[in-house]
């Protein structure tokens, strides 16, 4: 069975799809914390303009994009501003796919994840956006392209 996120050819979806306007979206910004806000409205509204369910659109997309953003500008870039973060999302039919990009050297996802409310990983400080992120999406992965990418799919319900 092929999922969504390996059906997506970023550059063709819209002529495939006739999607309306406003998805794919592609866009670039600084490693700093206060352009999250900016672009995580605009996928929220954009999904909301493409009627996903309002839990989506209020919650998993938000918490989970912020997470990832976050991540990818904390830790993937440390903070420099000269580096980017890029941001890619595709809609279609049946699921949201996002797309974080940033220039850091990748992480091994499946070491990173772990229960934060288990009583052993209370005091640990780091590991709480991958969880989120896992219980609010779909599907989460990470893969190297000339940086390192987490991937964000969410299906309609």
């Known amino acids: 069975m092929t999922e969504p996120a390996d059906r ?6 819209p002529d495939e799809t006739g999607l309306p306007p406003g998805l794919p979206l592609d866009v670039r910004i ?7 806000e900016g ?7 954009t999904c ?16 989970a994009l912020t997470e990832a953003l976050s991540n990818a500008i904390l830790y993937g870039n440390g903070a420099d501003t ?22 850091g050297s990748g992480f091994d996802l499946t070491a990173c994840l772990h229960d934060p409310t288990d009583p052993e990983q209370l005091e640990r400080e780091d590991g ?12 989460v992965e ?16």
């Open 8 to 13: 997506f050819a970023f550059g063709s979806l």
């Open 142 to 157: 990470r893969f190297s392209d000339g940086g390192n990418v987490v991937r964000l799919t969410l299906h309609r319900s």
């Open 39 to 45: 672009v995580v409205g605009v996928v929220a509204r």
């Open 30 to 36: 600084p490693s700093d914390v206060r352009y999250i």
């Open 82 to 103: 000269s580096k980017r973060v890029r941001i890619r999302a595709l809609i279609d039919e049946r699921a949201l796919v996002m797309e974080v990009y940033d220039e």
């Open 48 to 63: 909301a303009a493409l009627a996903f369910p309002a839990r989506a659109v209020n919650l998993q997309v938000p918490v």
């Open 128 to 139: 709480r956006g991958l969880f989120l992120m896992t219980r609010l999406m779909d599907r």
